[in-house]
Nanobody
Framework: QVQLVESGGGSVQAGGSLRLSCAAS????????MGWYRQAPGKQRELVAD???????NYADSVKGRFTISRDNAKNTVYLQMNSLKPEDTAVYYC???????????WGKGTLVTVSS
């Protein structure tokens, strides 16, 4: 069984930065894509960003220019650098690993990000 363990969430004021990390418990050779979804209270889960094994990246329009996703294959870890945070970024952020952003094999338990105005 593969575990994805997120860290780096917390509370920050608007305009601040946070970096989320997601470490996989072992190498997952079948995984092509890792990334992050988020879910705000009362809203559906939405894709934030993803990165393929070939380092192609994809971002939601709402975070383009502010968030950067990266991965360290040697550490089985994916990162989400979040800058210029806004109150509307407040959500639980979930790491995932799968064939694509819609064919997901593994989920993390989530980490809460709270941005105050």
């Amino acid at each position: 069984q593969v575990q994805l363990v997120e860290s780096g969430g917390g509370s920050v004021q608007a305009g601040g930065s946070l970096r989320l990390s997601c470490a996989a418990s072992r190498i997952i050779f079948s995984i092509k894509t890792m990334g992050w979804y988020r879910q705000a209270p009362g809203k559906q889960r939405e894709l934030v960003a993803d990165i393929t094994s070939g380092d192609s990246t994809n971002y939601a329009d709402s975070v383009k220019g502010r968030f950067t996703i990266s991965r360290d294959n040697a550490k089985n870890t994916v990162y989400l650098q979040m800058n210029s945070l806004k109150p509307e970024d407040t959500a639980v952020y979930y790491c995932y690993a799968g064939a694509t952003s819609r064919v997901i094999a593994y989920w993390g338990k989530g980490t809460l990000v709270t941005v105050s105005s």
